[in-house]
Each structure stands twice: as C-alpha cells, then as structure tokens.
C-alpha cells in the first residue's frame, strides 16, 4: 500500500521560503515521476512542479523560478524548495506520484498521477 506523507508546511511572511517534504512509504522515488500541485481555498488543483524517472524537471507558471523538485532517494523523499514566497501562493500542497510504468512522464496534468499525499498548509502572509 502506497502511503505518501508531506512535511514542511507552515506560515511565513512575504519574500520568505520553505521546504516541503514527501515522505514515500510502500513506493520507491528514484526512477518514478513525481510532482506537487496546489489547491488555493474555492479553486481548482493545479500542477506546480513535476520530475520523471529520468530527472528532468518541470515547473508550472505560477511558480516558475522560484521552485526547486529534488528527489533524495537514500530517503525515499520527494522536496520542494519554495522561495520568494508570496501571499497568493498560500494553499494546501500535495505531493503526488505516478505508478512504475509511467516511469518517463514528465507531467503537470492531476490525472496521470495514481497516489496522493494528504497535503500540507502553506500560509503566507504581507
């Protein structure tokens, strides 16, 4: 049973950084595509950040050039390194991991991933 659990969420202030964590459990990061995505309150879940098997990296728009998606897989974990936080990107952050033979996507889309973290609360406050 796949068991994803995120860590490093929180409340900051603008300009500040956080990273988030992804702890797999009954899943094995290195060589999978994985992603985070983020839901704001009364919108839509939407793909920030994504890595395949390979180790290519994607980064939706939102958040482009303040993102970094990193696997370490001596500790089966999945981060996001969030930096120049701003109060729109306050949201609750999911981590989100495609089966094994989806192993090359490289992708931002919600529906090409199978397993799902509970996610964690980003505040981030002017």
């Known amino acids: 049973q796949v068991q994803l659990v995120e860590s490093g969420g929180g409340s900051v202030q603008a300009g500040g950084s956080l990273r988030l964590s992804c702890a797999a459990i009954?899943?094995?990061?290195?060589?999978?595509?994985m992603g985070w995505f983020r839901q704001a309150p009364g919108k839509g879940r939407g793909g920030v950040a994504a890595?395949?098997?390979?180790?290519?990296?994607d980064y939706g728009d939102s958040m482009k050039g303040r993102l970094t998606i990193s696997k370490d897989a001596a500790k089966n974990t999945l981060y996001l390194q969030m930096n120049s936080l701003q109060p729109e990107d306050t949201a609750m952050y999911y981590c989100?991991?495609?089966?094994?033979?989806?192993?090359?996507?490289?992708?931002?889309?919600?529906?090409?991933?199978?397993?799902w973290g509970q996610g964690t609360q980003v505040t981030v406050s002017s």
């Open positions: 989100a991991a495609a089966d094994e033979r989806w192993w090359y996507r490289l992708t931002l889309n919600e529906n090409e991933y199978n397993y």
């Open positions: 009954g899943y094995t990061v290195r060589g999978r595509s």
């Open positions: 890595i395949n098997g390979p180790g290519r990296t």
